[in-house]
């Protein structure tokens, strides 16, 4: 396509982009650098049902008008970055001096929340993705082997778990791995022990968020590497039969070549998926156990009675930059393909 | 039974004319918290609308709702059901009218001890009361010859010794759900330690001392008489528990005393089923529990007719006396006329032991969430317990910095 006529092409979209997408990115970068002002309070009488006490209330007039000059708030800079709910930069010093040896200091470090959400979510991602790979690929090898006959049907029930609603699928499972739910109660009966319970273990937590991130997945792997599948030649899969090769050397030397783009792609995807890792930990109630900083930007924005822009605004930041520096390595090495391929 | 529902019918626009309290104009639309008593409240300030066009939302979510609906102006709400921690953040970002020329219009029946007054200006109708205290199975207490627990170390020692009987594993229940729930049990079982949150006249954080540390042992001596899950579990959850006759001893919030006494479910668990004021905590004579009150406020961002609308159909229900005979089971009515029921026990215990209310102070709420959110690895066994506490005063002072209260 002429460079022109793919401009044209790319316009409405990329308009849409920058809109919906870039714009917004902006506006919360903005917001990120800015805290609330000092609040003014003054000490009043409140009186309810159950008495009248002395106490502090916020005092409306006086914060309007600071708000009124400043509506955007106080210019903190990278002040709530560094705080201790992100990078902790003071505390990880503090830590480093105090503690004595490295455990102690990755303990003392993986206690705070934006590091303990960032670990949770490179599990995550660190599990979910290559598993979703490797399922997705032998799902979709095995799919193309059976007879075209059943071949519909089995499609249908492999990409159930896609079309099943997050939150819905990992409802499911919640409640089969409660304490007197099937899962639960049979692993309490196997293990021997009746306070044996995946909710309250942390491990326990994070493998039952795993696997519910592979089974969610797989079917998207398995839908590209099918269709990736059938766009394989048959005459070098029939010359290698010919040259004696085994099932597994033809997919090594053969079919995995042929779709590696592809396989980039699906990598591409999942990753950036994985690391936004966030209705599962709602529908698993697993806030206790296994927080992602999606969910920190959900705690901040809504578990509060106060909304906490500033501190939202700094996650989701750091989680954009997050996902570039994942997808980095993969980005480059297409790029340089796509220049050796000229 | 076409007869009976055209009386049905009579019946009902019947009573509907006669409280017309006459509103000609202007429109309502509430938010509300879901639960029984709320339904009732509102209903009734239905049937006085007039001609004023009526909506409501009733939604467990509805904290998470009300700041941004009400910052929007127009405000998509004219009126919020409100409670002593929900009222704080609305307070905060001034989105809340003051109702004292609407209360001397309009506001003949309401008792001035509903009004809730700040810096001497009405910003709430108070019509219910509400505390968590404690349920406990009659039959399974006397069958071991326990006493009714009436200090937690009770509840303890009784819980054990169900569990030593056989009889249940996990007797006692209470919502510790990690988040709101969980800070609302530190939250009660601090001050029943007469413990305060900030250090007087100031926003520092003030619970790393030895009333945090006895109040986290507590819950965790707790903890591990409930059932494993019960990081998960919110009232909800529990009152199933409940239901299915796994508990014995339950804290949970006297406005679902109605859910757990109805007809539904087991006739003997129901039967079994009594109620008591809260426990106290560690030899203090104030009960570990917090006073809330529900009541509405008007949105600031919104015209006076759709204001004077509202507050003449919600005044109609918290005025009115045949509401709190009918529902007197769903709730404490703060309302004139009220005659409390068996159901409203723990309530009135509570108010005589001389609990205390939440704290109605701007920064409490960003104390909660830190605490929903620092203290459950402690309960995990993960860390000790001047740890959490450690930690919940940082996060909450990162917080408070970000929101310029320190």
Same mark, same amino acid.
């Given at each position: 396509?002429?460079?022109?006529?793919?401009?044209?092409?790319?316009?409405?979209?990329?308009?849409?982009?920058?809109?919906?997408?870039?714009?917004?990115?902006? =506006?919360?970068?903005?917001?990120?650098?800015?805290?609330?002002?000092?609040?003014?309070?003054?000490?009043?009488?409140?009186?309810?049902?159950?008495?009248?006490?002395?106490?502090?209330?916020?005092?409306?007039?006086?914060? =309007?008008?600071?708000?009124?000059?400043?509506?955007?708030?106080?210019?903190?800079?990278?002040?709530?970055?560094?705080?201790?709910?992100?990078?902790?930069?003071?505390?990880?010093?503090?830590?480093?001096?105090?503690?004595?040896?490295?455990?102690?200091?990755?303990?003392?470090?993986?206690?705070?929340?934006?590091?303990?959400?960032?670990?949770?979510?490179?599990?995550?991602?660190?599990?979910?993705?290559?598993?979703?790979?490797?399922?997705?690929?032998?799902?979709?090898?095995?799919?193309?082997?059976?007879?075209?006959?059943?071949?519909?049907?089995?499609?249908?029930?492999?990409?159930?778990?896609?079309?099943?609603?997050?939150?819905?699928?990992?409802?499911?499972?919640?409640?089969?791995?409660?304490?007197?739910?099937?899962?639960?109660?049979?692993?309490?009966?196997?293990?021997?022990?009746?306070?044996?319970?995946?909710?309250?273990?942390?491990?326990?937590?994070?493998?039952?968020?795993?696997?519910?991130?592979?089974?969610?997945? =797989?079917?998207?792997?398995?839908?590209?590497?099918?269709?990736?599948?059938?766009?394989?030649?048959?005459?070098?899969?029939?010359?290698?039969?010919?040259?004696?090769?085994?099932?597994?050397?033809?997919?090594?030397?053969?079919?995995?070549?042929?779709?590696?783009?592809?396989?980039?792609?699906?990598?591409?995807?999942?990753?950036?998926?994985?690391?936004?890792?966030?209705?599962?930990?709602?529908?698993?109630?697993?806030?206790?156990?296994?927080?992602?900083?999606?969910?920190?930007?959900?705690?901040?924005?809504?578990?509060?009675?106060?909304?906490?822009?500033?501190?939202?605004?700094?996650?989701?930041?750091?989680?954009?930059?997050?996902?570039?520096?994942?997808?980095?390595?993969?980005?480059?090495?297409?790029?340089?393909?796509?220049?050796?391929?000229? | 039974?076409?007869?009976?529902?055209?009386?049905?019918?009579?019946?009902?626009?019947?009573?509907?004319?006669?409280?017309?309290?006459?509103?000609?104009?202007?429109?309502?639309?509430?938010?509300?918290?879901?639960?029984?008593?709320?339904?009732?409240?509102?209903?009734?300030?239905?049937?006085?609308?007039?001609?004023?066009?009526?909506?409501?939302?009733?939604?467990?979510?509805?904290?998470?709702?009300?700041?941004?609906?009400?910052?929007?102006?127009?405000?998509?709400?004219?009126?919020?059901?409100?409670?002593?921690?929900?009222?704080?953040?609305?307070?905060?970002?001034?989105?809340?009218?003051?109702?004292?020329?609407?209360?001397?219009?309009?506001?003949?029946?309401?008792?001035?001890?509903?009004?809730?007054?700040?810096?001497?200006?009405?910003?709430?109708?108070?019509?219910?009361?509400?505390?968590?205290?404690?349920?406990?199975?009659?039959?399974?207490?006397?069958?071991?010859?326990?006493?009714?627990?009436?200090?937690?170390?009770?509840?303890?020692?009784?819980?054990?010794?169900?569990?030593?009987?056989?009889?249940?594993?996990?007797?006692?229940?209470?919502?510790?759900?990690?988040?709101?729930?969980?800070?609302?049990?530190?939250?009660?079982?601090?001050?029943?330690?007469?413990?305060?949150?900030?250090?007087?006249?100031?926003?520092?954080?003030?619970?790393?001392?030895?009333?945090?540390?006895?109040?986290?042992?507590?819950?965790?001596?707790?903890?591990?008489?409930?059932?494993?899950?019960?990081?998960?579990?919110?009232?909800?959850?529990?009152?199933?528990?409940?239901?299915?006759?796994?508990?014995?001893?339950?804290?949970?919030?006297?406005?679902?005393?109605?859910?757990?006494?109805?007809?539904?479910?087991?006739?003997?668990?129901?039967?079994?089923?009594?109620?008591?004021?809260?426990?106290?905590?560690?030899?203090?004579?104030?009960?570990?529990?917090?006073?809330?009150?529900?009541?509405?406020?008007?949105?600031?961002?919104?015209?006076?007719?759709?204001?004077?609308?509202?507050?003449?159909?919600?005044?109609?229900?918290?005025?009115?006396?045949?509401?709190?005979?009918?529902?007197?089971?769903?709730?404490?009515?703060?309302?004139?006329?009220?005659?409390?029921?068996?159901?409203?026990?723990?309530?009135?215990?509570?108010?005589?032991?001389?609990?205390?209310?939440?704290?109605?102070?701007?920064?409490?709420?960003?104390?909660?969430?830190?605490?929903?959110?620092?203290?459950?690895?402690?309960?995990?066994?993960?860390?000790?317990?001047?740890?959490?506490?450690?930690?919940?005063?940082?996060?909450?002072?990162?917080?408070?910095?970000?929101?310029?209260?320190?």
């Amino acid at each position: 396509m002429p460079n022109k006529t793919f401009f044209w092409f790319f316009l409405p979209t990329g308009l849409a982009m920058i809109l919906f997408i870039g714009l917004p990115i902006i =506006s919360t970068g903005i917001q990120s650098f800015y805290a609330q002002h000092d609040q003014v309070v003054k000490e009043v009488k409140k009186c309810d049902p159950f008495g009248c006490t002395v106490s502090i209330v916020v005092d409306n007039e006086e914060t =309007s008008k600071i708000r009124e000059a400043k509506p955007l708030g106080k210019f903190n800079g990278f002040g709530t970055y560094t705080d201790r709910n992100h990078l902790a930069v003071d505390e990880i010093k503090k830590f480093w001096n105090e503690t004595e040896n490295f455990g102690a200091f990755v303990d003392q470090v993986t206690n705070l929340p934006f590091y303990k959400a960032l670990i949770f979510t490179l599990t995550y991602c660190l599990f979910v993705t290559p598993n979703v790979l490797l399922l997705g690929f032998i799902i979709a090898l095995s799919l193309n082997a059976v007879a075209r006959k059943i071949r519909g049907p089995l499609i249908f029930g492999t990409i159930l778990p896609m079309i099943v609603t997050p939150l819905v699928g990992s409802l499911v499972l919640f409640w089969m791995i409660d304490s007197q739910g099937i899962i639960g109660a049979n692993i309490q009966n196997l293990m021997n022990d009746p306070y044996l319970s995946l909710k309250s273990s942390k491990t326990l937590t994070w493998i039952t968020i795993i696997i519910y991130g592979i089974w969610h997945h =797989s079917p998207f792997a398995f839908v590209v590497f099918y269709a990736a599948l059938q766009t394989v030649p048959q005459e070098p899969i029939e010359a290698a039969i010919i040259d004696g090769a085994s099932r597994f050397q033809r997919i090594k030397h053969i079919v995995l070549p042929h779709i590696y783009p592809v396989v980039t792609f699906v990598a591409l995807i999942s990753l950036m998926d994985n690391f936004r890792v966030f209705e599962p930990i709602i529908g698993f109630s697993a806030e206790g156990s296994a927080q992602s900083l999606s969910w920190l930007i959900y705690d901040n924005l809504v578990n509060e009675e106060v909304i906490l822009f500033g501190s939202a605004a700094a996650t989701s930041m750091m989680t954009i930059i997050g996902i570039a520096i994942l997808l980095a390595p993969v980005l480059i090495r297409t790029w340089k393909e796509f220049k050796t391929a000229r | 039974m076409r007869k009976i529902l055209v009386t049905l019918l009579f019946l009902l626009f019947g009573t509907s004319a006669f409280a017309d309290c006459n509103i000609k104009s202007g429109s309502i639309n509430i938010l509300a918290n879901d639960f029984p008593a709320l339904r009732t409240f509102v209903e009734t300030s239905k049937q006085c609308k007039g001609s004023a066009n009526f909506k409501v939302t009733h939604s467990s979510e509805h904290n998470k709702i009300a700041v941004p609906a009400l910052t929007a102006n127009p405000s998509e709400f004219s009126a919020r059901i409100a409670a002593n921690s929900s009222i704080v953040p609305l307070m905060n970002q001034d989105l809340i009218r003051p109702l004292d020329d609407l209360v001397k219009k309009y506001g003949k029946g309401i008792q001035d001890s509903q009004l809730i007054t700040i810096d001497g200006k009405v910003m709430a109708v108070a019509f219910m009361a509400n505390t968590q205290h404690l349920y406990y199975r009659e039959d399974v207490l006397k069958d071991l010859g326990i006493a009714i627990p009436k200090t937690y170390e009770e509840v303890v020692a009784a819980s054990e010794k169900i569990r030593a009987s056989g009889k249940m594993q996990y007797p006692y229940a209470a919502a510790y759900k990690a988040g709101w729930n969980l800070a609302e049990e530190f939250v009660n079982m601090f001050i029943g330690h007469g413990g305060e949150f900030f250090k007087s006249g100031s926003a520092q954080p003030n619970i790393n001392n030895a009333k945090g540390v006895a109040t986290l042992n507590m819950l965790k001596k707790l903890s591990e008489l409930s059932n494993p899950d019960y990081l998960t579990h919110d009232s909800e959850a529990i009152k199933v528990e409940w239901e299915s006759g796994n508990v014995a001893l339950m804290t949970l919030w006297a406005s679902r005393s109605g859910t757990l006494l109805d007809d539904e479910g087991d006739p003997n668990i129901t039967k079994a089923t009594k109620l008591t004021g809260p426990a106290t905590v560690g030899g203090g004579n104030i009960p570990a529990a917090t006073l809330w009150w529900d009541g509405f406020t008007l949105a600031k961002n919104r015209p006076d007719a759709d204001a004077e609308a509202t507050f003449r159909s919600l005044a109609h229900a918290a005025s009115n006396k045949k509401m709190v005979a009918d529902a007197a089971d769903q709730a404490v009515w703060l309302v004139e006329g009220f005659v409390p029921g068996p159901k409203s026990i723990g309530v009135i215990e509570a108010v005589k032991m001389g609990a205390k209310p939440y704290p109605m102070l701007p920064q409490m709420g960003l104390m909660h969430g830190a605490l929903g959110s620092e203290i459950v690895e402690f309960l995990q066994g993960k860390e000790s317990a001047e740890q959490a506490l450690k930690d919940v005063e940082a996060a909450y002072i990162s917080k408070a910095k970000e929101q310029g209260f320190l």
